[in-house]
């Protein structure tokens, strides 16, 4: 190719020269931030209009429904949710209160706090899964061909920052 060739001239011959090519880690994580705020509050809208549920309740019911025997510890519970204790205990106060999720303990362990779902919390969550579950999708399917990379990308930061204990 010529240097004065009237078809390449003004175009970067280093595709990391265009805008959006190779962001620089402040736009990145402006992006991760600005999406995951946006998807959060657009789903827990849903969840509280259809559900009557926050997305972080839900995310706990669904924690507990996946749990053997739909029991977990409040310690399972905020390790899947990524909260404090104090955080899934308050969650899960107020599922409580809704009648979704009873607290006991095991016969054999008396020291460890369990939540149960009742038979309500398991329809609210199964409801509530179709809500969550649709549009997550619905939102995400703006990824196109680009979702396997740009999860593939984000499993392997959040690998990479996982807290050892």
Do not use: K, N, Y
Request: charged content about 30%; aromatic content about 2%; proline content about 4%.
């Amino acid at each position: 190719m010529r240097p004065d060739d009237v078809l390449t001239t003004g175009i970067p011959a280093d595709p990391a020269a265009l805008a959006g090519a190779a962001p620089r880690p402040a736009e990145t994580w402006l992006r991760i931030v600005q999406v995951h705020d946006r998807i959060t509050h657009r789903v827990d809208s849903a969840l509280h209009r259809e559900h009557d549920l926050s997305l972080t309740g839900f995310e706990a019911l669904r924690r507990i429904a996946e749990a053997p025997g739909e029991r977990a510890t409040m310690g399972e519970v905020a390790e899947a949710l990524g909260l404090s204790r104090a955080g899934v205990t308050s969650t899960v106060g107020r599922l409580v209160e809704q009648g979704l999720v009873v607290r006991e303990r095991r016969p054999g362990d008396r020291r460890l706090l369990h939540a149960r779902l009742t038979e309500a919390g398991r329809e609210r969550a199964r409801a509530a899964a179709v809500t969550h579950d649709e549009l997550v999708a619905h939102l995400l399917a703006l990824l196109g061909d680009d979702a396997a990379v740009v999860t593939d990308a984000l499993a392997r930061v959040s690998a990479a920052t996982r807290i050892r204990r």
